[in-house]
């Protein structure tokens, strides 16, 4: 399915960059901050990231044509979201997180890969 360009993905997703993603673009740098380790609460010094939604948005979404402006350089979470996904449908609002829930008790029932 190709992107219907609404943009809800780049304002809703939590964004995990790494020095790749970086080394690949390194505007990111400025709008990261380091990520903590669950288990000691501490940053581990390998992964940066920032929540799109505590800053209205990514800051590479163009907001006249919801277009990336980094595209080519985009970081590597990015390169992997499906569009059409079930992950984007609920972020368009299409699918509720219980319908969601069903598919990937689904999927794991069935050995299948979780989205």
């Known amino acids: 399915m190709e992107c219907r ?10 964004v ?7 080394d690949r673009e390194p505007l990111l740098a400025d709008y990261c901050r380091p990520l903590v380790n669950p288990f000691t609460g501490k940053p581990d010094g390998k992964n940066w990231g920032y929540s799109m939604t ?3 948005g990514c800051p590479f979404l163009d907001e006249r044509t919801r277009e ?11 390169r992997l979201f ?5 992950q984007c449908r609920w972020m368009r609002g299409e699918t509720t997180l219980e319908q969601i829930r069903t598919i990937r ?3 794991r029932a069935a050995g299948r ?3």
């Open 16 to 22: 995990n960059i790494n020095q790749v993603d970086i």
């Open 82 to 86: 499906e569009a059409g996904s079930e």
């Open 54 to 56: 505590h800053i209205g």
């Open 5 to 14: 360009k609404c943009g809800e993905c780049c304002l809703r997703m939590i």
């Open 113 to 115: 890969p979780l989205l």
């Open 105 to 107: 008790d689904e999927a």
């Open 68 to 78: 990336c402006m980094i595209y080519e350089t985009r970081p590597n979470i990015c």
